[in-house]
């Protein structure tokens, strides 16, 4: 919905067709986009002859069959995070998008908010010199529902992703993980074997050491901050408060707080659309591609073998 | 160009028509927005048939008259700030606007900033009790045109008639003004008898004092900042910085600033477009209106007036 | 209380002789200084052989009587603000200053707030370029008790003239002062001829504006803020929050506030004291001096005049 | 040098003497704190017969002697961190001074910041509930000499000795520490065996998580922050700017930074006096004592274990 609304605000953009096996949602988004067509099956929405490029923003375990639709079809195609429900499903599909040409972009959208792509603009400008330290805090208000978090992978596939994701954005390429994890939320995420509470560290190829804080519960809001600590400074990436306002009241100070990704992100939303079309009509290759959807993906693999066995475990280790 | 990009997202709006006398802007205007017909006569698209709702963001001097031409023509109206190139002209598109009964709205795009809108819930809820002061300041990064400046109205009703407009959505009427100004920025400004620098007490009706300073250059970019203070606390509307990145160097900490109203109030822009369509959809009136356009106009009125006379001047005097 | 816990902490000071007329509060001040001796009559401890320099902080309409028995006894003196009761008093005590040659410092702490000294340097230093607009606002967390009030002389001279002060310290010389007061807070203030809001305009001899907003209540505590703007930038001095914590909770992010200038102003006060005795080692004249005493006093006097006259008044009309 | 300057501030407390071979630092103290006596050697001093209390501010390899020498004296000793070169003896240290009952306390300044104190007393309060995750940062300037790092014990000892002692200090006892050190900011660090940047995982007896960064280099300056997060909200102690002014240029929005523990800390550093003096006057254990300074310690080892064998170490297996 996201995209459908922002969709036709980006100049020569036109929402041909949209789908959704729910006729309610699949008729809203039809009137935010301004959509022509409106499908039940999302195949006859990539088959449209008037379809140029596809947005995938279904459930993790369809992506996959979705983008190789796509694919085939040889429509650009654009993909949530995370690009399968797996890291073997993920290779496959890298090949099948390597193989084909088709521009693909995946949904890494913290790389087009303002803040994290100044932090990229200043280190590549060697504003901080040679990095040396990495932190990423990765806090959601509260957990998903169990449903949601059976497929999903466990935390390291479905939220640290996108530190991970991070990571290599700002730092480079990740060589080793090692993870602590705990239940500290709920006890039934525990039962699944997975953690709703974890830190890790990460050793970079470059020799440079980071830390990643994640919780999927934050009373506060939707907690993610980011610091880049080098020989020439530091970076840090920090959206306080959402609302420009300060309050002062016989409590002291205060100001508001981001409540989800719907409000953190959702420049980055629109500015990761625009960039997508701009590359398709460029026909240059989109980024974040399916090199960094895979990547990001034996990180989260990696840490989640440290997770279980209690060790460090090289990212090739999970390839 | 602003609002031809950006009222395409909203759901159910389609831009029929664009019109400028310049062939490269109607083009890009009509490329941004898709409208499907571009005039270089703005009658021609107010009274094209299809369009419902007008939108008129053109040179000050021509804002009565588009308005007048729309509300003949019994389409809906928005139109930018101010709404009228003086008192006179505004008084009679008042009584013109309030006898039609078409919806009109006003370009006081601050009204439904974040910041701003929850300032005034906040206050309308009592959470600073009664309000005793106020404060606004308006700094532009630099001076317009003097082609431009010649036909702005001077400094009150061109820059400061939203600081007048703030007084009166977050504190209520004004009774008087009392002005001080200066030629601190361009001499050709003052040998216009125009000040490019001020500062303006403000008494209200409800017996609240405020200030608000004025400058027509900011080497840091575009500055508005407000404060409200009651005898519960105090709302301060400040939004630093533009980008959620903080760098620390050599030279300690810092991050950027606004640099003008096309960054600091976009967000703001798009929604007063969204109030605009909500409004002439829902058939109640629009906010700010007829009366709020006239009204901050009588109080830049009354500035002027103590900005020559030096003296004290009541805002009925201004009537 | 707090100069006599302060000085032992200077290298080279001993606290000789405390004195107060009420028995407790002389016994606390022997104990928090290490006195040798604790008088009832102040002008014991003036006139105490052991004495160098004498520090004056007793209530204001003892100011001027104390600072000339120890210029007569040929001892140092610093004295708080304001230097005497009304100006008349302040002329009268600065000429016997001057004549005596003795060093004379007064009690504008904020001078020594490493924020405010710090503006002043980067000032001087041209970082902001030619000044042309100030802002200051001063609110105490309460009003002080009726019987002190009533001997205070008012707003102006009690509360504004740090503002006052400020404005001198870092524009330059105020030439004329156009203030509207009101009640807000208390009617008894009111009923006194005084004001317990106020607003003011600065005109300085450099032609830059300025404004100073006054309030004797803010609930949050003690509001000091002022902010130098120029052709080359603005400087802000903000102490924000008192604590170095912020705490995020489900009502978003929050921190402290100063209460009083006791916290506020804590370093500066010390600081204060250290340039005093500095200036009286090394034998150069204290700063600020008498001067800065009576020309703050005189744009009170302007000030107060011009509330009560509801007009401008050139501060030379009150000298 | 600092305490013997910040000492005649307590009322009630008189430098009696100071030591220090070097005659021209012995003088500067005794100018500093008015002592009446100055020794070479620091034994003369403790035994002193006018001396109750003994601060020991010495080269780490000097302070479990000196410590040592007052306990046996029967005088109150404060001792800056670490209590000793390393863990065998600052074990033996902790027995002698537990079995004296001699007061003593440990020179973790960060307990007496305002910050860190009050996110203490609001933890105990439950403000944020159960806590699941810490993490603090703690970057110096510039990497001390050679000569000192020798003898410093290392980095975890040396620097991360604070970081280990706030994990108690807020959250409680920790059980487990996983290190990555490397060197990245001089390579004869390394060559000594030790790192100059490191990351540290943290579990804790409650099961919650933490992770610490230190680096022996910021070019910005003291890089001191800590973040505690529970299951009701976040407190996040973190001092910016050092000094209360904001500067707005053509480069946007800059503040100063702390340069080091000796402005970022002086308050604490004079607080934990004032706590030292009240607890020897009151008779009661001052705090953080002996207990505190080992287990800091025994963390410090473990750490140095974790980071030599590169595997996680339980903090019992290097009591």
């Known amino acids: 919905m996201t995209h459908a609304a922002a969709l036709p605000a980006i100049p020569g953009v036109r929402v041909v067709a ?7 949602a699949r008729e809203a988004a039809r009137w935010a986009s301004g959509a022509a067509r409106a499908y039940a099956d999302p195949a ?19 992506h996959a069959d979705l983008v190789e639709e796509a694919v085939h079809a040889g429509k650009a195609v654009f993909c949530e995070k995370p690009v399968a429900e797996d890291l073997a499903r993920a290779t496959a599909l890298w090949k099948t998008v390597r193989a084909s040409g088709v521009p693909f972009q995946i949904g890494f959208q913290r790389r087009f908010d303002p803040g994290y792509a100044e932090a990229r603009r200043r280190i590549d400008a060697g504003e901080i010199g040679t990095i040396d330290q990495f932190r990423s805090v990765g806090r959601d208000p509260a957990p998903p529902p169990l449903s949601y978090l059976k497929v999903s992978g466990g935390i390291f596939f479905d939220q640290a992703l996108h530190e991970f994701d991070l990571a290599r954005f700002l730092v480079g390429e990740v060589s080793e993980v090692m993870v602590w994890g705990a239940t500290r939320v709920a006890e ?4 699944m074997g997975d953690a709703d509470t974890a830190v890790t560290m990460l050793r970079f190829q470059s020799g440079a050491l980071g830390v990643i804080e994640n919780s999927r519960r934050a009373v506060y809001g939707y907690d993610i901050r980011t610091e880049v600590f080098g020989s020439g400074g530091k970076l840090v990436v920090d959206a306080t408060p959402k609302t420009p306002l300060l309050r002062y009241g016989e409590q002291g100070v205060s100001a508001d707080h981001y409540t989800f990704f719907t409000d953190r992100f959702r420049d980055a939303s629109h500015e990761e659309m625009r960039a997508f079309v701009a590359s398709v009509r460029a026909g240059t290759p989109p980024s974040p591609g399916i090199d960094d959807a895979l990547q990001a993906m034996k990180i989260a693999q990696a840490a989640t073998l440290s997770f279980r066995r209690q060790r460090a475990v090289p990212v090739e280790e999970a390839s």
């Open 44 to 62: 006859e929405a990539i088959h449209d002859t008037e379809v140029d490029a596809v947005i995938v923003a279904t459930p993790t375990p369809t």
């Open 18 to 24: 949209v789908a959704d096996p729910i006729e309610d």
């Open 188 to 191: 039934e995420i525990g039962a």
